[in-house]
């Protein structure tokens, strides 16, 4: 709801660096140089979980992004275990 009714908070008052730099990834978009905004990574996040975010198509719905967290989350994951795996 968040994401809905204050879209720009800043996206790291919610996720991790790693949560919303693997929506990014993901999504095959460049990586923002500061961290984005809450609703532009729930899109995101909702693209990956189905939403596809057509001009008639509202906001994203929890389904789609629950799916697309769910992806996002895993990603993350891996990307927590690959820094540290880097930097040991």
Sequence with gaps: RLGRTLPDLDA???LAPE????AYILSEKPLPKEP???NT???LIAGLGGFLGRKGDGEPGVK?????LQRVTDFAAGLRYARQAHDS
């Excluded at 949560?19 to 693997?22: F, K």
């Excluded at 789609?64 to 697309?68: A, D, K, Q, S």
């Design 12 to 14: 790291e008052l919610f």
């Design 19 to 22: 949560e919303w730099q693997a």
């Design 36 to 38: 984005p905004r809450l």
């Design 41 to 43: 990574v729930v899109r």
């Design 64 to 68: 789609t992004i629950w799916l697309g």
